[in-house]
C-alpha cells in the first residue's frame, strides 16, 4: 500500500475541509477630510484641517461565515484614524471604533465586544439628517454616548416592521455588578415610509451610586424626496438634575446630491435657565457612488452658563459657530 499517497490525499482533504471553512473577509474604509473654521470660542477662532468630519475616517475588517442551518458566525475589528496626521483616532485604540464578534441566523444577533449604543444608533440612523456629522451634528447638543466596552447585545430579526435592539455593558469592577454598568434598548417600528423609535440608555456612575440617564422617542417619514426627523429626549445626570432635549429636521434629495437643514433645543429643568440652541444647514454633493463633496454651517446660541460648542463627526469643537467644507470617500 502506497502510504505515501494516503497521506498525501488525507493533506488535501483537510486543506479542503479547511477552505471550506474559511470566513469571507472584506476590508472597508472612509477617508474624511475637511476645512474647519471655528468662531466664538473662548481662546479664539481656529482654523484647521479636520479629519472626519462628515464621517469618521477608518480602516475596517468584517467576516462572516457559513455555520449552516440558516445560522453564521460574524466580526468586526474597525480602526479609526486622522487623515490629517495619520495618528490614530479613540484615543489611540487598535480597534477604537468597533470590535466585536458573534452569531445570527433565524433568531436575530448575537455580539459581543465593543459596540455602538442602541440610543446612539437610532440618533443616528433616525434622528439626525446629518448622521451625528459635520457642523450639523446632533450630538453637539444631544446626550454622547457613542459605544460600551465589554458588552453584549442582542438584535431580534424584523417582525411586521417591529424589531428591538438590547444591550447590557458590564462595568466589571470586582464585588459590584452597578459601578460603570451600562444598559441600553431601542424598540423599531419601520414601514411605508415611517420609521418611529424609543430608545433608552442607563449609565451607572463608578462610585456605585447615581446613574446617567436617556429616553428618547423620535419619528422619520420619508415623502418623495423629502425626509422629515424629529426627536425628544428626557435627561438626567448622576445628580438627579434633568433637562430635555428636542430636534427637527430636514434632508431634501437636490440633484446628485442632498441639502440638509435641523434645530436642535436643551433645556435644563432643575433651577437654571441654562438654556441652548442651535441651528445648521448643509449640502452634500455626490460626485460618483464613493466619493461626495460637502459643506456645512451650524451655529449654537447658549444662555446663562451653557457651554454646547459645534462639532463635528469626530471633533467637538471650539466655538459657537462652525464651518466645513471637504471630500469624503468610501471604499
Not at 441654562?274 to 460626485?287: D, M, T
Amino acid at each position: 500500500m502506497n502510504y505515501r499517497l494516503i497521506a498525501g490525499a488525507c493533506a488535501l482533504g483537510l486543506s479542503t475541509a479547511c477552505a471550506q471553512a474559511q470566513t469571507s473577509v472584506k476590508i472597508y474604509g472612509v477617508a474624511d477630510a475637511g476645512i474647519v473654521l471655528e468662531r466664538g470660542g473662548p481662546n479664539g477662532s481656529a482654523d484647521n484641517i479636520g479629519s472626519g468630519v462628515a464621517s469618521g475616517s477608518r480602516l475596517g475588517f468584517k467576516g462572516k461565515e457559513d455555520l449552516g442551518g440558516g445560522t453564521s458566525a460574524f466580526f468586526v475589528l474597525e480602526n479609526g484614524y486622522n487623515i490629517d496626521t495619520g495618528k490614530p483616532a479613540q484615543g489611540g485604540l487598535l480597534f477604537g471604533r468597533q470590535a466585536l464578534v458573534g452569531l445570527s441566523g433565524a433568531f436575530g444577533s448575537v455580539s459581543l465586544g465593543r459596540q455602538y449604543a442602541p440610543f446612539y444608533k437610532a440618533l443616528r440612523d433616525i434622528v439626525d439628517p446629518f448622521c451625528t456629522g459635520l457642523a450639523g451634528n446632533a450630538q453637539n447638543i444631544f446626550p454622547t454616548l457613542t459605544r460600551v466596552d465589554n458588552s453584549v447585545e442582542y438584535q431580534t430579526p424584523a417582525w411586521n416592521g417591529l424589531s428591538a435592539d438590547v444591550l447590557y455593558g458590564a462595568g466589571e469592577a470586582a464585588a459590584d455588578t452597578v459601578k460603570n454598568r451600562s444598559i441600553g434598548a431601542s424598540v423599531t417600528y419601520d414601514a411605508d415610509g415611517l420609521t418611529l423609535v424609543l430608545a433608552h440608555h442607563r449609565k451607572d456612575a463608578a462610585t456605585g451610586t447615581g446613574y446617567d440617564g436617556h429616553t428618547m422617542v423620535a419619528g422619520r417619514y420619508r415623502f418623495g424626496r423629502t425626509v422629515f426627523h424629529a426627536a425628544y429626549a428626557r435627561n438626567r445626570d448622576v445628580a438627579g438634575n434633568a433637562s430635555r432635549d428636542a430636534l427637527v429636521g430636514v434632508a431634501v434629495k437636490a440633484g446628485p446630491g442632498r441639502v440638509l437643514a435641523s434645530l436642535v433645543v436643551h433645556r435644563d429643568d432643575f433651577g437654571r435657565d441654562a438654556h441652548a440652541r442651535q441651528g445648521a444647514i448643509g449640502y452634500e454633493y455626490g460626485l460618483s457612488r464613493r466619493t461626495d463633496l460637502y459643506a456645512a454651517y451650524g451655529h449654537i446660541v447658549n444662555r446663562d452658563g451653557a457651554a454646547y460648542t459645534v462639532g463635528d463627526a469626530t471633533n467637538a469643537g471650539s466655538g459657537t459657530t462652525g464651518i466645513n467644507l471637504g471630500v469624503r470617500h468610501v471604499f
